[in-house]
């Protein structure tokens, strides 16, 4: 009957527009799901670039010298009065150092003290951080940070940075970028040393040696300086 043949048609009428506005709706979440997987993919490929590049380095630019305000907190270990005038050895002998260091526990208790006092700061402000989910916010802030507070411990302290430099298991890129300059950017010492030590090595002043030198070091590191100079 055509009542029925309505019904019927009514019905298969329902099915075919339910059918077409399901099948309308998967494209588009088909497509909004392959989105957000592009855009993750993309992500994760700027995020190795930005490990491939602090790790060659490429970041660092020529002028990223640390701060001429930033001074190493070095330890004077002839500033404490013994009696006997005992030397610190100049080669690894673990025995010998402990003997020194264990005459001189005000000094050992100076530097312990330098050491929380400088790093104290820096860690309640990376906890700050991680309490209040801004870590990777201020991931560049506390890079910095993190290099200024290693340079200013020292060569020993540096020498631990600049193997940390090459470990993106453990830091971001950006702080991968910071301990990329401790290798050759770090507060130089001053030059009137430098080249006392040139002269005590080669046994002539460097005017005399070089017919040209510069008079600033290009370049600073852990335990030792550049200077470009021509024979």
């Known amino acids: 009957p055509p009542s029925a043949f309505r019904c019927r048609s009514g019905r ?16 588009h979440t088909r497509r909004h799901g392959v989105l957000v997987k592009a855009t993750a993919t993309q992500q994760d490929q700027e995020k190795l670039e930005s490990y491939m590049n602090a790790l060659r380095g490429q970041d ?3 002028d990223d010298f640390a701060s001429s305000d930033l ?23 673990p025995e010998a150092i402990e003997k020194y260091w264990a005459k001189r526990p005000l000094a050992v208790a100076k530097r312990v003290g ?5 790093s104290g700061g820096f860690l309640l402000s990376v906890a700050f951080d991680m309490a209040t989910g801004k870590l990777e916010q201020n991931d560049l802030k506390r890079a910095i940070q993190l290099r200024n507070m290693i340079t200013s ?24 970028n910071e301990m990329q300059k401790l290798c050759d950017k ?41 200077y470009k100079g021509t024979l």
Not at 12 to 27: D, E, I, L, S
Not at 73 to 89: G, I, M
Not at 114 to 118: F, G, T
């Open 12 to 27: 298969r009428a329902h099915k075919v527009r339910h059918t077409n506005a399901f099948t309308n709706r998967v494209p």
């Open 153 to 176: 411990l020292g060569p020993a302290y540096i020498k631990l940075g600049q193997a940390l430099s090459i470990r993106p298991d453990l830091l971001s890129p950006a702080a991968m």
């Open 186 to 226: 770090v507060p130089a010492f001053p030059n009137d040393i430098a080249m006392q030590c040139i002269e005590d090595e080669l046994g002539a002043p460097p005017s005399e040696l070089y017919s040209t030198l510069t008079s600033d070091p290009i370049a600073a590191a852990s335990l030792g300086q550049v």
């Open 114 to 118: 330098q050491i929380l006092s400088v």
């Open 60 to 62: 660092v630019n020529e």
């Open 71 to 93: 001074k190493m907190n070095l330890l004077d270990s002839d500033s404490v009065n013994l009696q006997d005038s005992e030397a610190l050895p100049k080669t690894y002998d």
